[in-house]
């Protein structure tokens, strides 16, 4: 038996507009259109029939309605920035523009933080300092910073002191896997990537130095050891301010 599911479709698509797009070349001879050619807008409507007509230069009516529907599409790629309620208090700032991003905090804490076999320091859970967290869908960049109270725009930023970690605080994650869906919650996407950060294993400094004023495998060493508070003055200034970040 055939069954008649058109009026399942919940959504009819109908053409109602179309756009050519003419551009002059500089010379004869050189046929490309790169984005500092000539180029002219041409819009059509597009009639009961599907034809188009009223060919018509792109009027700013027009323009701004393919701005929005462009920027809705670009949206839709940011909706890892949106939150399933309030906003997370720990959250400092978040971008939604192109290639968004989030800025959050995280007190001093205890953390399991693991290490490759060679580097002699065991895998054990170890007190951190306060940091500050800045993510894409693809990239992580972290700090320091010094206290227990929520950092301001003038709170001093300190290299983060860890291995994996470009001079510029951007994390080198190796062989992780980082998936971020499409559908990931702002409290999620901040879980996410504590959880990337945190689960992996630290093994290498970059360039050969890293950013704390003493021995990094010795410092790791005796966090693990004694469990003791992060000592802070070991903490190296990166000559930033939050501010720069957000």
């Known amino acids: 038996m055939t069954t008649n599911i058109t009026n399942n479709i919940s959504h009819t698509y109908t053409p109602f507009k179309a756009l050519?797009?003419?551009?002059?070349?500089?010379?004869?001879?050189?046929?490309?259109?790169?984005?500092n050619e000539e180029i002219y807008?041409?819009?059509?409507?597009?009639s009961k029939n599907g034809r188009p007509v009223n060919a018509h230069p792109?009027?700013?009516?027009?323009?701004i309605l393919l701005a929005d529907i462009l920027n809705s599409g670009q949206d839709a790629k940011n909706t890892f920035l949106k939150c399933r309620g309030i906003i997370p208090p720990n959250v400092l700032s978040i971008n939604s523009e192109n290639d968004?991003?989030?800025?959050?905090y995280t007190p001093p804490m205890e953390r399991q933080l693991f290490f490759v076999e060679r580097l002699g320091i065991p895998s054990l859970p170890a007190k951190i300092p306060a940091m500050i967290w800045k993510a894409g869908r693809e990239s992580l960049q972290i700090f320091a910073v010094k206290g227990c109270r929520k950092p301001h725009v003038q709170s001093l930023l300190y290299h983060a002191p860890y291995f994996n970690m470009h001079p510029d605080?951007?994390?080198?994650?190796?062989?992780v896997r980082i998936n971020i869906g499409p559908d990931t919650s702002l409290e999620d996407f901040i879980s996410l990537w504590e959880r990337y950060f945190f689960n992996s294993y630290f093994s290498h400094t970059i360039d050969g130095g890293s950013k704390v004023s003493v021995n990094i495998v010795q410092l790791w060493q005796e966090q693990g050891r004694t469990l003791q508070k992060f000592p802070e003055n070991y903490l190296v200034k990166t000559g930033l301010t939050l501010q720069k970040t957000l």
């Open 58 to 63: 792109l009027s700013a009516k027009e323009s």
């Open 169 to 175: 605080g951007r994390v080198c994650m190796g062989s």
């Open 41 to 46: 807008v041409e819009s059509y409507d597009i």
């Open 20 to 35: 050519l797009i003419y551009a002059k070349s500089k010379t004869e001879e050189d046929n490309h259109y790169g984005t």
């Open 100 to 104: 968004g991003y989030a800025v959050w």
